[in-house]
């Protein structure tokens, strides 16, 4: 298994993501829906590259896409949750 590496671009982007989450109060119930799909990590990723060209509101879609790279590989998705939670912790 390999370490995950993560790019500058996905690293703002998640942080991006946070925040939004933060912001409307949506910690908690953003993260039990990603541990949710945490087994459909991969497929989700997936379907992001579907939804990419009708995303912008928070990213763009170079972002959105480097997101969607990131959550192909099974660590990624421990690092958005970590973020989301530091975030969080850090906000309050």
């Not at 541990?35 to 945490?38: F, L, N, T």
């Not at 579907?50 to 995303?55: A, Y």
């Given at each position: 298994m390999t370490d995950l590496v993560v790019s500058e671009l996905q690293a703002s982007a998640v942080d991006r993501i946070a925040q939004?989450?933060?912001r409307f109060g949506?910690?908690?119930?953003?993260i039990l829906a990603l541990?949710?799909?945490?087994p459909l990590s991969f497929v989700g990723s997936q379907f992001m590259y579907?939804?990419?060209?009708?995303?912008g509101t928070i990213l763009s879609r170079t972002e959105w896409d480097a997101?969607?790279?990131l959550l192909e590989d099974r660590g990624g998705l421990d690092y958005v949750i970590t973020r989301i939670e530091t975030l969080d912790?850090?906000?309050r």
């Open positions: 939004f989450i933060i949506m910690t908690i119930p953003a541990e949710s799909i945490r579907v939804l990419s060209p009708s995303i997101v969607a790279k912790a850090e906000a």
